[in-house]
Structures are given as structure tokens and as C-alpha cells.
């Protein structure tokens, strides 16, 4: 009864693991021998061999080496990562010690059932409270993955540090019930370790949360400083570019009389000198002036602005603009809409570190008292539909969109991310936030 209680937790843990290491279990079967999956749960199930020969102290031990094991087999058979392999069987250990811990803790002080002396019923029930807290507490787990895109090995070291911990405490708890006549076997016990584990892991995964929310502060605060910084240079460039436009202006007609007189004075030289000197003031206009995708001062700006910095980080930007009324799109709009999705874009591009050659595709077009926008960015092809989350900026374009009854489509392709927007005017006028 044992051998096949066994054989029933491990395939258990077996679908639990391939679910945490988002891996389908159906598809890793069907392209691996049948009998090389079958091995895998029967390495599972080493453990169950001390089990039937005694219980010694050292159970816990060889169960938790056995478990290490298995888990790490499976991991090379689920094809995933070295990182992944580290973290998963770490986090899944946690998981299935803690889950063990506390579903003994419920038969034996809750319903005072003996561990020692399990009928077909209680070791049934054992396996079912085990494995609803362990798919509990993998659910958890999952989604503090879920909710961090890009891992590094500071937050790797947070989230195992008190995950190592907490295994170690498990051990040692485990192996002190195994002796006999031990007064840890009390209920005071139980719930002394077990609050100690979970205040433990609570915290560092507050404290995790929190240093990330102060990285994304600073990160944040670094990216505005930057964009203003973009934003001075751009309006000196075209302050000064006006001023030297304006002089050549002013003094163009000194100029044509002075070319004038060398001329006819045939001074040849003088006038070709005066000439390339004139050109070379008239390419460093062309140089430096802003371009102009739209006679909308506001959005314009914007553009230049957030053309400029892409183009620092080695993105491409092509820009098509058509607006026949600029009293159509507001501030808010330019800033909250048009803004974002840029900015969107262009954090998708930088934190891209496999392709190649970055580019970002803006189309905004005027059709009647409608606005079309539509924002295209190079993505890796690893991006998919369940790794997308919508920002702050993302929910108030959703705003803005709703509140004109718009219409927002996302289309992920390849890799290609597109954002397609339409605002319904009415009477000329788009409603702000």
C-alpha cells in the first residue's frame, strides 16, 4: 500500500512541477519513449525503499536526497534551463516540505490521527490535504513569477535565500519527529515551526516587493531626468538653429548685393569664397533644423523629442502624420496616448537584447473627425500573449479610448507588436481624460 500511495504523490508532484516550469507534460510525453517516462516515476520512488526497510533517523535524509533527485531528472527530462532547474527544484523542495509539514500537522493534531499507523483512508486523505496546500502555495509561487519579466540573480538570491532556509528548518524538524519519545512531536512545536517558516518566507517576499518598487521608482525617476534632459537639447537645438536661420535671414540681402559687387567687379575669387561660405551657414540649418510631421506645435515637439532619444538608442523610428485639423487632438491625448505609446515602444526596443535591428512604426491619420493611431515595435519572438501586462500608462489610453467609445486592439505577430487605436470625434472635439 505504500509502494502505490508512493507512485500516486510522485506523478502528483510530477504535474505540479511541469506546471510551475510552464512545460506541457503531454507534449514532453508523446516526444520521449513511453518507457523513459515511466523511469522518471519510478525514480521518484527510491525513497519508498527506506520506508520498507526501517525507520531509521536517517529516513528524512534519504528522502530528501532521493527527492533532490528526482526532481533534478525530471527537470533535464522537462528540457529546462540550468537557471531554471536551480530556482524550480529549490522552490518545488520548499513546496512539497512545507505542504508535508502542515498536512501532518492537520491529521495528527486536528483530527488526531496516528502517522505511524496510516489506513488506507487517512493515507488517502494525506495525499489530498498534501496536495491541495502544495498546489496552494505552487499557485502563489507562479504568480510571483508571472509578475517578473526580465530575472537576475540579486532577485534569484532574495526569493531562495529564506526558500534554503526554510528547507534546512523543514529538515531538521522532520527528522527530530522521527525520533522517539521526542518532545518536538508537540503541538506547540508544530506550530513554532511552522509559523517560523511562513513569517519567514512573508517577509522576504515583502521585502522583495519592495525593493522592487524602489527599483522601478528609480528607474523611473532616472527615465523622466533623461527625457527632460532629451527635451532641453532638442529645444536648444532648435532655439539656436532659429537664431542663425533668423541672422542669415536678416542679412541675405546684404549678401546678394555683396556677391553682387564682386561680380561686376570680377572678383571671382572673393565671390566664390563668399558663396561656399553662405552655403556651408545653409547646410548647418539644414543640419540642425527640426522636421516638421505636423504644424501641431505640442505634438510635434513630442515627436522630435521621442525621435531623438530612439534614435540615441540605436532604434529606428519612421513617423507618418496626417492631421487636417489641430484642434482635433488635445494635450492630453499628445501626452497621455500618443506619449505612452511611444515610450512603450521604445522600452520594449531597449530591453531587447536578441534583435538585431530595432525599429518603431508610428502612423497617426486623420479621417474625418477620427483619429487613427497605430504603433509598431520590433519584439523578441520568446514575448507572447501571457508575458504582456498593461502598465499605468497602458490603462489610462484605456481610459481615454473608452470615455470616446474608441476602439484599442493589440496584435502580437511574430516579431512585430502592433497597437491600433481609433478615437470617434464628435463635432470636432475628442474628449480628454
Known amino acids: 500500500m505504500t509502494v502505490l500511495f508512493s507512485f500516486i504523490s510522485s506523478a502528483v508532484d510530477i504535474v505540479l512541477f511541469s506546471i510551475i516550469s510552464n512545460k506541457s507534460l503531454i507534449k514532453k510525453i508523446k516526444k520521449h519513449n513511453f518507457i523513459f517516462s515511466c523511469l522518471i516515476l519510478i525514480i521518484g520512488n527510491i525513497n519508498v525503499l527506506t520506508n520498507l526497510l526501517s525507520n531509521a533517523y536517517l529516513i528524512p535524509f534519504v528522502n530528501f536526497i532521493c527527492m533532490t533527485i528526482f526532481l533534478l531528472t525530471l527537470s533535464v527530462y522537462l528540457n529546462n534551463s540550468f ?77 531562495l535565500s529564506s526558500t534554503t532556509f526554510s528547507i534546512v528548518i523543514l529538515i531538521v524538524y522532520s527528522y527530530l519527529l522521527f525520533i522517539k519519545n521526542s518532545s518536538f512531536s508537540s503541538t506547540y512545536h508544530f506550530v513554532f515551526f511552522s509559523v517560523i517558516v511562513i513569517l519567514l518566507n512573508l517577509s522576504t517576499i515583502s521585502q522583495f516587493y519592495i525593493l522592487k518598487l524602489l527599483q522601478n521608482q528609480r528607474t523611473e525617476k532616472e527615465n523622466i531626468e533623461h527625457e527632460i534632459n532629451t527635451y532641453k537639447t532638442v529645444i536648444n537645438d532648435s532655439i ?83 492631421l487636417t485639423d489641430n484642434s482635433l487632438i488635445s494635450t492630453d491625448i499628445i501626452v497621455v496616448i500618443i506619449g505612452n505609446l ?92
Not at 495525499?127 to 491541495?132: A, D, H, R
Not at 570680377?266 to 540642425?288: D, G, R
Not at 500608462?393 to 476602439?407: D, T
Request: hydrophobic share 45%; with cysteine.
Open 83 to 159: 537557471r531554471d532547474t536551480v530556482v524550480l527544484t529549490i522552490l518545488f523542495m520548499f513546496c512539497s516540505l512545507f505542504s508535508e509539514l502542515i498536512s501532518g500537522g492537520i491529521l495528527s493534531f486536528v483530527l488526531s490521527v496516528d502517522l505511524l499507523n496510516l489506513n488506507f483512508y487517512s493515507h488517502l486523505l494525506l495525499i489530498l490535504i498534501n496536495f491541495l496546500i502544495k498546489f496552494i502555495v505552487i499557485l502563489i509561487i507562479i504568480t510571483i513569477i508571472n509578475n517578473i519579466q526580465m530575472w537576475n540573480i540579486t532577485e534569484i538570491l532574495i526569493l
Open 240 to 322: 539656436e538653429s532659429q537664431t542663425v536661420f533668423e541672422s542669415i535671414l536678416h542679412d541675405f540681402k546684404n549678401s546678394i548685393i555683396l556677391i553682387d559687387k564682386y561680380v561686376r567687379n570680377s572678383e571671382k575669387t572673393k565671390a566664390l569664397e563668399y558663396i561656399q561660405q553662405f552655403q556651408s551657414e545653409i547646410t548647418y540649418i539644414h543640419e540642425k533644423q527640426l522636421h516638421i510631421y505636423t504644424t501641431n506645435e505640442d505634438l510635434n515637439y513630442l515627436l522630435i523629442a521621442k525621435k531623438f532619444y530612439a534614435n540615441s538608442q540605436n532604434i529606428s523610428m519612421n513617423i507618418d502624420c496626417f
Open 342 to 433: 511611444i515610450d512603450n515602444a521604445i522600452n520594449a526596443c531597449i530591453n531587447d537584447d536578441f534583435t538585431s535591428e530595432k525599429y518603431i512604426r508610428l502612423k497617426i491619420k486623420q479621417v474625418d473627425d477620427n483619429l487613427h493611431i497605430i504603433v509598431q515595435n520590433s519584439i523578441p519572438s520568446e514575448v507572447t500573449e501571457e508575458n504582456l501586462i498593461d502598465g499605468i500608462g497602458i490603462k489610462n489610453i484605456k481610459k481615454i479610448v473608452n470615455k470616446n467609445n474608441g476602439f484599442y486592439k493589440r496584435i502580437l505577430r511574430d516579431c512585430d507588436y502592433t497597437v491600433k487605436i481609433i478615437l470617434w470625434g464628435k463635432n470636432n472635439k475628442l474628449s480628454n481624460i
